[in-house]
Structures are given as C-alpha cells and as structure tokens.
C-alpha cells in the first residue's frame, strides 16, 4: 500500500475512492472499504489527519493513532491511501475545491460512502454534488448500531467485547515501551510500560485479559492503587515471552475486562492476586467475528 501526504505523491490513474477519517475502522467503515474494494480500480482511501473535529476546537478521544489506522486499511486491501493535512484552510475548502485539489488530481473516477456523507465546507457537499461534478457516487450500505462514538462509550465503560462487536475486532491500546517502576520484575511478572499518546481512548481503569506480538497478556490499565500511584499507567504481562522491548511500539488486544484495580494487605497477596489473572488470561477467548 502506498502512503502520500500530498495528491502529487500518486498517479493520476482511474481510482475508485473512500473519503472519511476512518477512525477505529470499525464495522461500518468497513462496510465503506468493502463496497470500494468491489467497486472499480485502484481502490484508494482519502482519509484526514489529524481529525476533523480536533482541529475545529473539539476534543476528540481517538480509537486508533493514525500508524494503526493505516495499517488496518492495508490489511482490509486498499491500495492507495491519500492522508490529507486537515487545516482551518482545508476546513474552509467549498466542495467544488476539494474535488479540484484532492480528487481530480489523482484521478478518482468513484467515490463510495455512506447516505449521510458530507464533505467541504460546513459540510455542504454530498454524494448529489459528486454526481453533479461528474463523478460517480455509489452509497455504502448501512451497519445499523455501528459508531464511533458508541464504540467509545463502550470502551470507557470497560465492555470490551461489546465494543469487539463493533469493531470487527479485538479492542486495543497502543503505545511505545518506555521505562517503569520495574516492580513487576521483582514480583515475577515483568511488565512493559507503554507511553499512549495523548490523543488516544484508553478505557476504563482495570485489569484485562488480551494479547500483543502474539502472546497472551495481562494488561493494568490504572494508577496503580496498591502502591499509592497516581498517574495514569498502562502495563502489559505478556505470557511466556523473553526479550527486550524499550523503545518498541506496542499494540495489545484486550480481550476481556477481568476486575477493578485493588490494593492489598500485602505483595504476597498482590502476587497470588496476578497468578489468577494470568490464569484467567490463559483462559480467555478472542473476541471474533
């Protein structure tokens, strides 16, 4: 899959287009992705970044960096992806501008969205101005139910499977490796650390069950209560695994949401209490669909 930042870094070659942030691509954008794939050549996605709703003032809790985004976009079959610099300026674009500056220059023929579609400036173009242009506007069909903003709810409720259901997949968490406490080394569970950014969902404080780099995982996402924390961490257990992961991007399923955060009478029955989670993480199921 080819990556550009600007519509001169592709060939201007008949291509049918997905336009949209995509974030999380979940099951309805899915539903999008699928109808482009089956529509003509060249399928291509214009997505945004950063998001939208950000740059116009509005705090977003993002479901996927746009590292990940990408990486499920390719997964999906998409050959081309146009990631476009969202600004105040391009926020201003009337639609008419839009397609002479994003999509014209890059040969879109087919553009492949949902009924509710808008684009340009507050938001005025639709798939009815498309057409007018001369492009060919096909309408995805509908995933009833599906939603980002439904998906987030559910993941700061903790109900990761429900959210799975959206998805299409396993929910995540996303982060770089960076150094800890390094108290679960001295406990016999060593942990990665990982830095989120800022922009990012995580979900509600807890212990879960999932995976990363193939391993099965006991992930803590909270302050740490029993020693007294107060920061926000994010500590994946992977099972079974030997080696070295600083400075490593990490992306870690959660799978199943296994209990609150606790504190102990004592690290004897902190540790017994992480042996049952590990056990539980053994047992747990993926979510799939």
Not at 113 to 122: E, I, S
Not at 132 to 154: F, K, Q, T, Y
Not at 179 to 204: E, K, Y
Not at 275 to 286: G, I, L, N, Q, S
């Amino acid at each position: 899959m080819t990556v550009a930042r600007t519509p001169a870094e592709l060939d201007r070659t008949p291509r049918t287009a997905a336009i949209g942030t995509f974030d999380g691509v979940h099951r309805g954008h899915r539903a999008v992705i699928e109808a482009t794939l089956a529509a003509g050549p060249q399928p291509t996605v214009v997505t945004f970044d950063p998001h939208p709703r950000e740059v116009l003032g509005n705090r977003v809790e993002l479901l996927t960096t746009l590292e990940r985004r990408l990486e499920l976009l390719g997964e999906l079959g998409i050959a081309d992806v146009l990631v476009v610099e969202f600004t105040l300026d391009v926020a201003a674009l009337a639609p008419e501008e839009f397609v002479s500056r994003y999509l014209e220059p890059i040969g879109v023929q087919t553009v492949v969205a949902g009924a509710n579609f808008r684009f340009g400036h507050r938001r005025s173009g639709d798939l009815a101005l498309l057409r007018r242009l001369g492009i060919e506007a096909r309408e995805a069909p509908h995933v009833d139910g599906v939603s980002s903003s439904e998906i987030r709810r559910l993941l700061a409720d903790g109900e990761v499977r429900a959210a799975a259901e959206l998805l299409g997949r396993p929910a995540e968490v996303e982060g770089t490796v960076v150094s800890g406490d390094a108290r679960g080394g001295t406990l016999g569970f060593p942990t990665a650390n990982l830095l989120v950014q800022s922009s990012l969902l995580v979900p509600r404080f807890g212990i879960y069950a999932g995976s990363a780099l193939g391993h099965r995982a006991a992930t803590s996402i909270g302050v740490n209560p029993h020693y007294g924390g107060a920061e926000r961490r994010v500590e994946a257990h992977l099972l079974d695994f030997e080696g070295d992961l600083y400075g490593r991007r990490l992306v870690v399923e959660l799978w199943e949401r296994l209990r609150d955060e606790a504190s102990f009478t004592d690290e004897s029955e902190l540790v017994a209490q992480i042996a049952r989670d590990v056990a539980a993480a053994r047992a747990a199921t993926r979510p799939g669909r």
